[in-house]
């Protein structure tokens, strides 16, 4: 079976099995904390690689339960690498299908656990269940360094040792094109650096209310400039209209007009808060999921 035939068949199984699988979803995965956007009505597959025969014979009850969430810990770096992960719903099951991966980091003063509060997983499980979004995992590296010598090495921790070991412990689709890179305030400024440092590696960045580190406005704006057309990422951007790091955040959405960055730019109502971020986590998660869904061919 081929990729197309596997998302025909993975995406017929779904719309024959989805109004029951979201029935007994709003039993079994806890509802979230936070006021979502009103659902995308978009219709889309999963993607990646050929699902087992009986899964379109014989309804998968995973499909009825939610994605699970695990805590790992690279050892080989000095200090070592904490993390949680989100793994979609029949991950265990369907054990021909690889993965995109998405890595959330989070902001300054909280831990990996903040996206997961945010309601992220159990967005990810209800995109992926009504057929509006291929399944993906989730990364969320723990920043807890933050306030001390060894935060300043966190980006070569997630770049040198992190992704790899994702990649080599975990059923994900190793490229630029299937790994995103997404953060919140100190996230967010991260996500900038990380993201143009290595372009070959990270095709979709989301900075959402990034606090730009101070005094890095210039080293990344010459970043911008060293990316060739055909390398840069899509760049989504977004900030409350009462952000207390608007300007910074204003400053950067222009230097990317300035050297014709395409991204989106959304200047929203809120604040620099959870309430503003968990208000808008579906629409993100739609936005990153957007680049790995199947696109339709033309005529």
């Known amino acids: 079976m081929n990729t197309r035939q596997a998302i025909l068949t993975i995406t017929l199984f779904l719309l024959l099995f989805g109004a029951s699988a979201c029935s007994s979803l709003e ?5 979230a904390t936070v006021t979502l956007p009103p659902t995308s009505t978009a219709t889309v597959t999963p993607s990646p690689s050929p699902v087992p025969p009986t899964a379109t014979a014989t309804p998968l009850g995973c499909l009825s339960q939610p994605g699970k969430i695990e805590q790992g810990v690279v050892t080989a770096t000095v200090p070592s690498q904490e ?3 989100y793994l979609p719903p029949c991950y265990s099951e369907l054990t021909d299908l690889r993965y995109p991966v998405l890595y959330l980091l989070h902001g300054q003063t909280y831990t990996m656990d903040q996206w997961v ?6 967005v990810a499980d209800e995109m992926y269940l009504r057929g509006e ?7 969320f590296p723990n920043d807890n360094y933050w306030n001390s010598s060894p935060g300043s ?4 921790r997630l770049v040198g040792a992190l992704v790899p070991h994702i990649d080599a412990n975990y059923r994900t689709i190793p490229d ?3 790994r995103a890179l997404g953060g919140l305030s100190r996230g967010g400024g991260w996500t900038a650096q990380l993201g143009l440092e290595n372009p070959g590696m990270f095709g979709s960045l989301g900075l959402h209310s990034p606090a730009i580190f ?3 406005g210039y080293f990344v704006d010459k970043l911008m400039q060293s990316i060739p057309q055909e390398s840069r990422p899509r760049i989504w ?9 608007l300007k910074s955040i204003v400053q950067f959405e222009q230097s990317l007009t300035r050297y014709s960055y395409t991204h989106e730019y959304h200047f929203l109502s809120g604040d620099h808060s959870e309430l503003y971020w968990g208000l808008h986590v579906h629409e993100y998660l739609q936005w990153y999921a957007e680049a790995w869904n199947p696109q339709p061919e033309s005529e």
Not at 238 to 243: F, P, V
């Open 83 to 85: 993390f949680l992960i």
């Open 117 to 122: 509060r945010l309601g992220v997983p159990q």
């Open 133 to 139: 979004s291929v399944p993906f995992i989730v990364v």
């Open 214 to 216: 101070k005094g890095d």
């Open 176 to 178: 630029r094109d299937h």
């Open 153 to 156: 090495t966190f980006g070569v």
């Open 237 to 245: 951007l977004d900030a409350g209209d009462n952000d207390r790091e």
């Open 27 to 31: 039993e079994a995965v806890p509802t």
